[in-house]
C-alpha cells in the first residue's frame, strides 16, 4: 500500500482541535484511526512524514556459512535440518530458526530429502499390500 501524500499529512494535522477525529476523517475521506495516528505523530515525532518500510535485514547464515554447511552436507548428506542448526550453534555461535535454515539449503540449491543411502522400497510407488494382482 502506497503512503498517503505529505500534502494531506500535513493538512490532516493542522485540523487538529477543530473537530473529532471523525469529523476530520469524514472530511478529507481517510479513516478516523489513520486521523488519530497522523495527530499522535505529529505531537511526538513532530513529522509527519511516512515511518521507512521494514526489511533488508541481514542473513543470519552469510556466504561463509553457507560453505560450512555445503562441507557438512558433503561429508554427510542425511543430516537433518536440526543437526544443521545445532552444527552451525556450536561452531558459528548464531542461533538459527528452522525456517531460516530449511530457506538457506533451498536457496543452496540442496535436498533435504533423509536416508538417500537406503535401498528401494520393494513395493511399486502406489501400491497398498492389500491389492489384489489381475
Known sequence: MK???MDLRERVAKAEGTGSSYA???RFSVT???VRKIWIRARTLGSVAPLPRGGNRARKVDVAG???L???LDAQPDLTIDELRGRYLAERE???SEPA???TVNRMGLSRKKRRSLRRSVRAPGSSQSATPT
Do not use: P
Open 24 to 26: 476530520v476523517a469524514e
Open 94 to 96: 548464531v542461533a538459527v
Open 66 to 68: 553457507e560453505q560450512l
Open 101 to 103: 535454515m530449511r530457506r
Open 3 to 5: 503512503a498517503l501524500s
Open 70 to 72: 555445503r562441507q557438512w
Open 32 to 34: 478516523d484511526s489513520w
